[in-house]
């Protein structure tokens, strides 16, 4: 299965500044998912990354507070833009082959609070 | 609604105890996901299947798709099973139930 290297682990931001998360894979993936766990729920699935054009957004989620960039098959990274005490949540990066019903797998996460 | 419901929502046992997670959902799917999330957040991709029965050590998971219905079954349990274990449904993309949070107590 693939080997996920999500960074930072966890971090502490103040109000009003952004943050960038990368997301690494040791092998070439096709899909690639950004979550947000925000604290005491599931999983909500931000965005799909798609390698060399925009990523899919999902709704609720728009690509002014969450620009996403996938520059190739291995690399991802996920911005929380103007953060805010609501944005204090565990990011996780996600990937998956093609195919109907593939395996996903996650990274470890990135928990971040905001002051 | 959610489409995707677990039960139950906390549970408590004791080191030795055989514990049953239930997972029911309201859409056709692909395949169903048992993921297991420790509390630093790591997810872990315990099994996925879209019919019968998985076992791996002293996991096993069960689906039966006409009732749309999946069992996540730890026998012998230990306090390193704590944790949350959440049921996800793949139909185009996944959904995930709210989670359920085991404590295996000494």
């Known amino acids: 299965s693939a080997v996920i290297s999500q960074k930072p682990s966890r971090d502490i931001c ?14 070439q993936v096709t899909m690639m ?28 989620f728009v690509i002014d507070k969450f620009p996403i960039s996938r520059p190739n098959l ?40 905001i002051l | 609604k959610n489409e995707v419901e677990q039960s139950p929502q906390n549970l408590t046992a004791q080191e030795g105890e055989f514990i049953t997670i239930n997972c029911s959902y309201s859409v056709g799917i692909s395949a169903l996901h048992w993921l297991q999330q420790h509390p630093g957040g790591g997810i872990v991709s315990l099994f996925m299947l879209s019919s019968g029965k998985k076992k791996h050590g ?25 944790a949350v274990y959440i049921c996800a449904v793949l139909a185009g993309k996944s959904t995930f139930g709210d989670g359920t949070t085991l404590t295996v107590k000494p």
């Open chain 1, 14 to 27: 103040q109000r009003g500044t952004s943050l960038t998360i990368q997301c690494q894979v040791d092998s």
């Open chain 2, 58 to 82: 002293r996991l096993i998971a069960t689906i039966n798709i006409q009732e749309k219905h999946s069992s996540l079954h730890i026998t012998a349990s230990h306090p390193r099973d704590s």
């Open chain 1, 33 to 60: 998912f950004w979550y947000r766990q925000q604290p005491g729920q599931s999983l909500t699935l931000i965005a799909t990354a798609n390698q060399g054009s925009e990523a899919t957004y999902e709704s609720g």
């Open chain 1, 74 to 113: 291995t690399f991802s990274t996920l911005t929380v833009s103007n953060m805010s005490p609501e944005d204090s949540s565990i990011y996780l990066c996600s990937v998956a082959s093609s195919g109907v019903g593939a395996p996903q797998h996650f990274g470890d996460g990135t928990r971040l609070s």
